[in-house]
C-alpha cells in the first residue's frame, strides 16, 4: 500500500542554518505530493506541493523537488529563522486523490 | 469564507460519558475526515466521507461514530469515552476533483477523558 516515511525530529538548527527534511514515498501511479506545517496549538496547514516528477514546489523560501527516480519530495530552505519552528508532516494522496497519507511528522526547533 | 471550523476548543469528559465534536466547512468540499493527534505521533484517520449520506472507516474507527446528512457538516461521536480517547481531534475537508487537492484543516479540538 502508499506509505510516507519522513526524518524522526527533533530537527534542532541555529538561525540562519540550512535545513533539510527527507521524505520518501511508497506509491503506485503518480501520486501528487505535499508538505503540511503544523505551528504550537495550531492545525496543520499546507506549506507546499508538487502534482506530477519534476515538479518543484515552493513557498515561505521553502522547496521541494517530487522526485520519481528516487520517490523521494525532501523540504529544503537556506537559511532558516525562529519563526519556522513547527512541526512538518509529508503527506501524500494517490491517484483517485480518496485519501491522504501522512508521514509521523517532524519537530523542528531553531535557536536565535 | 470560515474555511473548517471545529467546536469545541477543549473539553474534558469523564470515562463513559458521551459527546459529539462539531465540524463544518462552507466550501462545498466533497471530502471530510476525521483525524486525532496524540504527543510524538502522527495524524491517525478515523473516518472519512467523500460526500452527504457516505462514509468509511480509517486506521483507528473503534469507539467513534460518524454521520454524513449534508455536505457541510462532518460530527464525529463518542459513545462511551474512556481515557485512551485522550487527544487532539483534527478535522479536515478537500475537494476531490481537483489534482493535487489540498486538505483544509480545522484548529483541533483538545479532549480529555478521565
Known amino acids: 500500500g502508499n506509505s510516507v516515511t519522513q526524518m524522526e525530529g527533533p530537527v534542532t538548527l541555529s538561525e540562519e542554518a540550512f535545513l533539510t527534511i527527507n521524505c520518501t514515498y511508497t506509491?503506485?501511479?503518480?501520486?501528487?505530493l505535499f508538505w503540511y506545517v503544523q505551528y504550537p496549538g495550531e492545525g496543520l496547514q499546507l506549506l507546499l506541493k508538487a502534482t506530477k516528477a519534476d515538479d518543484k514546489g515552493s513557498n515561505k523560501g521553502f522547496e521541494a523537488t517530487y522526485r520519481k527516480e528516487t520517490t523521494s519530495f525532501h523540504l529544503e530552505k537556506g537559511s532558516v529563522q525562529v519563526s519556522d519552528s513547527a512541526v512538518y508532516f509529508c503527506?501524500?494522496?494517490?491517484?483517485?486523490?480518496?485519501?491522504?497519507?501522512f508521514g509521523s511528522g517532524t519537530r523542528l526547533s531553531i535557536r536565535p | 469564507n470560515a474555511g473548517v471550523t471545529q467546536t469545541p476548543k477543549f473539553q474534558v469528559l469523564k470515562t463513559g460519558q458521551s459527546m459529539t465534536l462539531q465540524c463544518a466547512q462552507d466550501?462545498?468540499?466533497?471530502?471530510m475526515s476525521w483525524y486525532r493527534q496524540d504527543p510524538g505521533m502522527g495524524l491517525r484517520l478515523i473516518h472519512y466521507?467523500?460526500?452527504?449520506?457516505?462514509?468509511d472507516q480509517g486506521e483507528v474507527p473503534n469507539g467513534y461514530n460518524v454521520s454524513r446528512s449534508t455536505t457541510e457538516d462532518f460530527p464525529l461521536r463518542l459513545l462511551s469515552a474512556a481515557p485512551s480517547q485522550t487527544s487532539v481531534y483534527f478535522c479536515?475537508?478537500?475537494?476531490?476533483?481537483?489534482?493535487?487537492?489540498?486538505?483544509?484543516f480545522g484548529p483541533g479540538t483538545r479532549l480529555t477523558v478521565l
Open positions: 503527506a501524500l494522496t494517490d491517484s483517485s486523490a480518496s485519501k491522504i497519507i
Open positions: 466550501m462545498n468540499h466533497e471530502y
Open positions: 506509491a503506485t501511479g503518480y501520486p501528487s
Open positions: 479536515a475537508s478537500s475537494n476531490l476533483r481537483a489534482k493535487g487537492n489540498e486538505q483544509f
Open positions: 466521507s467523500v460526500g452527504a449520506g457516505i462514509t
